[in-house]
């Protein structure tokens, strides 16, 4: 990878974060009524996922180029939690103020939700620090100690694994509870909340299978079952989101269960754009993958996707789905910056395999 093409790669997460928030900042000046409120705060935070994603681009690259140093070790994993940390922060503020208005119920939720994302994106980043080894170990026969420099240690490794665990585990918990609340004046917000909840858990679950896949390829025992498990995992995770968002939209009684459903299909999109980075990594290890240079294309199908799917919504003019139209364009953005760290891993990975069985 040469200079150049590195800082394109860089800079893509950064300019779809900056698309996202200055989209969302746009429709908080100029823009009316509570679903501006809550587009243009979910557009701003999910510029944090961006953010993460450019410290996991910027970590893997910094290495491929031979510019990476003990500082860049530490900044990039810290920069990644630290954004994690305020979007979460800002989740919870926007829940426990006092008066709260209905948009920031909905609002707050979804930017907690953002924010267990970035937690699972910042791990990805933290996983990526021992990146090179993974090239060679590919090139070692199945069981053999990983190459130096050494891999991580035990503690570590399980706190990696955690972390994302456990912030899947709590957004679904967060979500159910949404949508076990019964009736009541908040009925349509908490609906709307769980099933976007729904979502984030979603894409929180497939990150559990990218940072496995890294660290396990790291410390040098990645097996064949893990070949077929985890990207089945995340096709998976994408298809339920999607199939769940299609049942809501077949069976809505109300015009406010219509923006839940789009926003959930546009996350379903972005496992799919998660789905591109574990399945390539399953393509080349320890072998030879000739159509590991087209995966790259997976993310670039999904952002088209979200993109054309705001468009239609756009068009239809139906202020009940304004929201969602909104906020798939930063899920398209989303899915771009996901283009971008799984191009830099094909080109990180490419050529490493062996002519050895699956």
């Keep these: 990878m040469n200079h150049k093409i590195s800082v394109l790669f860089r800079a893509i997460p950064l300019l779809m974060g900056a698309v996202s928030a200055a989209l969302g900042g746009y429709v908080l000046a100029h823009a009316y009524g509570p679903s501006a409120r809550v587009a ?28 990476y140093t003990a500082l860049d070790r530490l900044l990039y994993p810290v920069f990644g939690f630290a954004v994690s940390g305020v979007t979460v922060g800002y989740g919870l503020s926007l829940l426990t103020e006092s008066p709260r208005p209905p948009p920031d119920f909905v609002a707050g ?49 399980r706190a990696l694994t955690a972390l994302p665990v456990l912030a899947s585990l709590v957004t679904w918990a967060w979500a159910f509870t949404l949508l076990a609340g019964g009736g009541g004046g908040r009925a349509a ?40 498990l985890w990207p089945a995992s995340a096709a998976v995770l994408g298809a339920i989101g999607i199939v769940w968002a299609l049942t809501v ?46 995966v790259p294309l997976i993310p670039v199908g999904t952002a088209l996707l979200c993109l054309f799917l705001s468009s239609f919504l756009f068009e239809s003019a139906d202020p009940a789905v304004v929201v969602a139209a909104r906020v798939l364009v930063g899920l398209g ?26």
């Excluded at 799919?272 to 240079?293: F, G, H, Q, T």
Aim: glycine letters at 8%.
């Design 249 to 294: 939209l077949s069976v809505h009684t109300r015009p406010s269960q219509l923006a839940a459903a789009y926003v959930l299909i546009g996350l379903g999109l972005i496992c799919w754009s998660i789905l591109s980075k574990v399945l390539l990594l399953a393509l080349v290890w320890r072998r030879k993958a000739p159509l590991a240079n087209r």
């Design 333 to 358: 953005g989303i899915c771009f910056s996901l283009f971008s760290i799984v191009s830099i891993l094909e080109s990180g990975t490419s050529g490493s395999g062996e002519d050895t069985p699956a």
């Design 109 to 157: 939720h979804v930017i907690f939700g953002v924010g267990m994302i970035c937690v699972c994106v910042s791990c990805v980043a933290t996983a990526s620090t021992r990146f090179v080894l993974i090239t060679g170990n590919s090139a070692l026969p199945e069981g053999s100690p990983p190459r130096s420099p050494a891999p991580f240690g035990r503690t570590a490794v």
């Design 40 to 67: 243009g705060l979910v557009l701003i935070f999910l510029a944090a996922i961006c953010l993460c994603l450019f410290a996991t681009a910027a970590t893997i690259i910094r290495q491929l180029i031979g510019r």
């Design 189 to 228: 917000g908490r609906f709307t909340a769980g099933h976007v909840m729904v979502g984030l858990a979603l894409v929180c679950t497939c990150l559990i299978g990218l940072v496995a896949s890294i660290l396990r390829q790291i410390q040098n025992t990645y097996t064949p079952r893990e070949r077929v």
